[in-house]
């Protein structure tokens, strides 16, 4: 079946970077675009931004650009987000989502990793 | 891009139907017919339950719709069930970015 693995949780101290992977399985893997989304603590989901996945090409959420950065492996078909400078309002679970049909919605998603941003 | 506007939350009882809408503007809802919508069980990632505004992903239930009216979309739930309790995420394509989401609806089953 469909599926994306995340890799596992993270704690970082603020200015460092972390570099979230999702591997994908089941499917033709630069076929599908994959975005990534965010959820802060009790809060919605916030896009961060998208990649293709045949191409390479990017399109971020403007208030990340600069700090954000998605790359691919097809040889593991496996999809990174890299975010530098973090910040205590970096902390959320981290998703990845793979698109269902060009910009037609995101399914399926991974099951999320806790980037936790402290001191 | 702001966030699109949902109700903070939404109850019903067993068997009703509810609705949930989402508002945003002529550069997302209301001129796109790209909007999904997404379940959030607490603890878990999202879920697509609804595609291009009305459309069901294969193996949703048919208890759910949607419908778009101008700059309005909304998400309906018939025949509620003690299931259905979770989060819902409206999205939409926009004129800048792929994706905005709507700021989150708590469904709860009285």
């Known amino acids: 079946q469909v599926q994306l693995v995340q890799s596992g949780g993270e704690v970082k101290k603020p200015g460092a970077s972390v570099k979230v992977s999702c591997k994908a399985s089941g499917y033709t893997f630069t076929k599908y675009a994959i975005s990534w989304v965010r959820q802060a603590p009790g809060q919605g989901l916030e896009w961060m931004g998208w990649i293709s996945v045949y191409s390479g090409n990017t399109n971020y959420a403007q208030k990340l650009q600069g700090r954000v950065t998605m790359t691919t492996d097809s040889s593991t078909s496996t999809v990174y987000m890299e975010l530098r400078s973090l910040r205590s309002d970096d902390t959320a679970v981290y998703y990845c989502?793979?698109?269902?049909?060009?910009?037609?919605?995101?399914?399926?998603w991974g099951q999320g990793t806790l980037v936790t941003v402290s001191s | 891009q702001s966030a699109l506007t949902q109700p903070a939350s939404v109850s019903g009882s067993p068997g009703q139907s509810i609705t949930i809408p989402c508002t945003g503007t002529?550069?997302?809802?209301?001129?796109?017919?790209?909007v999904s919508w997404y379940q959030q069980h607490p603890g878990k990632a999202p879920k697509l339950m609804i595609y291009?505004?009305?459309n069901r992903p294969s193996g949703v239930s048919n208890r759910f719709s949607g419908s778009k009216s101008g700059n309005t979309a909304s998400l309906t739930i018939s025949g509620l069930q003690a299931e259905d309790e979770a989060d819902y995420f409206c999205s939409s394509y926009t004129s800048i970015t792929p994706y905005v989401f709507g700021t989150g609806t708590k469904v709860t089953v009285l």
């Open positions: 989502a793979r698109e269902y049909g060009d910009f037609v919605g995101l399914d399926p």
């Open positions: 002529t550069s997302d809802v209301g001129g796109y017919n790209y």
């Open positions: 291009e505004v009305s």
